[in-house]
């Protein structure tokens, strides 16, 4: 641009920051790829010891005891056809995947959803914070990822665990803070302590929030198939960025619709659980 010079080095100065880290943490980040890599490696592991049709059946028997018969109906005829496209091992790999990374996201997203309801102060911090993780383009995440753990599941997982966790940890403080000030002050009256409050009043009360929460974080966590399968990440993403580099439309698409389907499942199971499964599955049966 004409007479303007001045320029902020802001990449340098992430890259100096990610090469120091890089440099002196790597007894941290090799811990954690082996902890993360066991045990998604161990889940893949013992699902595939399942066999297919006890597998299915469990995941129906889930389904309808949550959300009843009609989700149960599709839950058998969406993984029939997710075996019946030979997608069955990737599938598995992939649900592996998704389920240790939402793991390790609500295991940090929820308590910090809690501290930030309870402070005015670590809320004003992590609102940009947040920002900055859900709308930074998710494959500027691999490029650290992978100078920390290299190639594999492991980077997929930590790419996954950062963009999944800001609505675990928006929707649970969103939750708790819901709460009406008549209800709190009740408690208080009857004498609850700070834990009594939080864990028989409000967390209680702000449980469709947080779930609403699980379930969105399940979900971009699955979005990330894709992503993660660029850096190794084996799974139905991988099936999918086969078929989009080879411009093979058979292998895409069916990799592709076993994500919607796993999508859908996930979807609708975790959404019950939000609205109290066992009432709503029991209503639907009569």
């Known amino acids: 641009m004409i007479g303007w010079e001045f320029r902020l080095p ?3 100065a992430f890259e100096i920051l990610v090469n120091w880290l890089n440099a002196n943490l790597d007894v941290v980040f090799n811990l954690i790829t082996v902890v993360l890599n066991t045990l998604v490696v161990a889940l893949e592991n013992g699902l595939g010891l399942i066999p297919v049709p006890l597998m299915v059946a469990l995941m129906a028997l889930l389904a309808w005891r949550l959300a009843g018969r009609g989700l149960a109906i599709f839950t058998v005829i969406g993984f029939t056809v997710i075996a019946g496209m030979d997608l069955w091992t990737e599938t598995l790999q992939t649900l592996s995947l998704v389920i240790i990374s939402t793991l390790v ?11 930030a309801s309870r402070s005015n102060l ?9 920002d900055f993780m859900q709308t930074l383009p ?7 990822a992978i100078l920390f ?6 980077p997929g997982v930590i790419a996954t665990v950062i963009f999944a ?9 969103l939750g708790i803070r819901q709460v009406p000030q008549d209800v709190i002050e009740a408690a208080h009256a009857f004498g609850s302590t700070s834990n009594q409050l939080l864990t028989k009043v409000q967390l209680p009360m702000a449980l469709p929030t947080i779930m609403a929460g699980i379930n969105q974080t399940i979900m971009l966590a699955l979005s990330m198939v894709v992503i993660a399968s660029m850096v190794g ?13 080879q411009l093979d439309i058979a292998t895409g698409f069916e990799g592709g619709l076993a994500v919607v389907l796993v999508a859908m499942f996930l979807d609708r199971v975790t959404e019950s659980l939000g609205k109290g499964g066992h009432s709503k599955g029991n209503a639907n049966q009569h």
């Open 10 to 12: 802001v990449g340098q």
């Open 105 to 115: 996201a609500l295991g940090i997203g929820i308590p910090l959803g809690i501290w």
């Open 122 to 130: 670590l809320n004003n911090l992590l609102r940009p914070i947040l």
């Open 138 to 144: 998710a494959f500027v995440y691999l490029i650290p």
């Open 149 to 154: 753990f290299t190639v594999g599941r492991v």
């Open 165 to 173: 966790m800001p609505p675990a940890i928006r929707l649970t403080n």
């Open 233 to 245: 990440a084996p799974g139905l993403g991988k099936e999918v960025l086969y078929g989009v580099t």
